[in-house]
């Protein structure tokens, strides 16, 4: 778990006008938590919550105050500060690393990288990759596309027909994000988000004809590289015995990496057309997204009807003239 200073430095060198200083030899120290640390006080000699598994983030403020101590006392506070485990730091603003530090951590093997970026806008950046790359994700065996916008997972037993449907969807003009394996990330709160690998990305199996890549035949109109999952759709094939929703106030959910998305179960026949289907699925998820639910209408129009033949029989029931 976690990922190395190196590969971190190496995807962040250019967007985060990274340079590196000091440690070269530490490079292979780990990074394993996604949260930042500014250690101002442990620099002041407060070790009591220092967080020094986390990248440390040195601004104006603690270069101003290590600027304050003689030579003596930077060493001093150095080798406290260096007796933790301290994946590397980055010191933001163009601001000029105490010779001391530098010194330091290339004996400690300790990567210290400079950037002309100010803190809050490093942090922000910086955030961003990490939120990315600690993300929690799962793979699951399915197809997802984008449909009117709507990103809609399809699963079933292997051989159900997911790929058709997907690929008389894009022939249609939605897009397919991928087929048979999708990787799915937590990304935020409630936020999940579906991609393909990068062997399997755009390529589909079609039981008779055998591999075909989507964005060649169909073109890059046809293709997504990610996309939100928003919905699930369960094809299974369609049995007599069982009872299948038919009024949709009874609503079902999957959750996946602690998110709840709707779960439609989706009985399937020889005729059935079910990419309309689930054309329909998505237009009525965007009905519902805008305050408007079908079935919710339809049973308030049931209800109040009721109510107004009720009346209406209690008044006829009481009329004596």
């Not at 015995?241 to 179960?265: A, C, F, N, S, T």
């Not at 339809?298 to 009720?310: D, I, S, T």
């Amino acid at each position: 778990m976690g990922l190395t200073v190196d590969t971190f430095w190496r995807d962040n060198r250019h967007r985060l006008k990274l340079r590196l200083v000091a440690g070269e030899k530490g490079l292979r120290r780990k990074i394993v938590t996604k949260e930042l640390h500014r250690p101002g006080l442990a620099l002041a000699g407060f070790f009591d919550l220092f967080t020094y598994d986390r990248v440390q983030v040195l601004g104006n403020s603690e270069i101003l105050y290590l600027k304050k101590h003689d030579a003596a006392e930077k060493r001093r506070i150095f080798e406290k500060f260096f007796r933790f485990q301290i994946p590397c730091l980055i010191i933001t603003s163009r601001s000029r690393p105490p010779k001391e530090l530098v010194g330091m951590a290339d004996e400690k093997g300790v990567p210290i990288f400079r950037t002309p970026l100010v803190t809050t806008e490093l942090v922000h950046l910086l955030s961003d990759y990490l939120d990315d790359r600690f993300a929690p994700s799962t793979t699951v065996h399915g197809t997802l596309v984008d449909v009117y916008g709507t990103g809609i997972l399809f699963t079933g037993q292997s051989g159900i027909g997911k790929s058709e449907i997907a690929l008389d969807l894009v022939e249609r003009g939605h897009r397919l994000v991928s087929d048979d394996v999708v990787t799915i990330t937590r990304k935020a709160e409630g936020v999940l988000i579906g991609s393909g690998s990068e062997m399997l990305k755009h390529f589909m199996e079609i039981r008779g004809i055998g591999i075909i890549n989507v964005q060649r035949i169909f073109g890059i109109r046809a293709i997504r590289l990610h996309k939100r999952v928003e919905t699930e759709v369960e094809l299974e094939e369609y049995r007599d015995d069982l009872d299948y929703e038919r009024i949709g106030l009874d609503e079902q959910y999957r959750e996946i990496l602690g998110v709840k998305i709707p779960l439609i179960k989706l009985p399937i026949f020889p005729g059935k057309n079910i990419t309309v289907i689930a054309e329909v699925i998505a237009l009525n998820l965007h009905l519902k997204v805008y305050g408007f639910d079908p079935a919710k209408e339809f049973n308030r129009r049931l209800l109040e009807g009721m109510r107004a033949r009720r009346q209406i029989k209690d008044y006829l029931l009481h009329d004596f003239e």
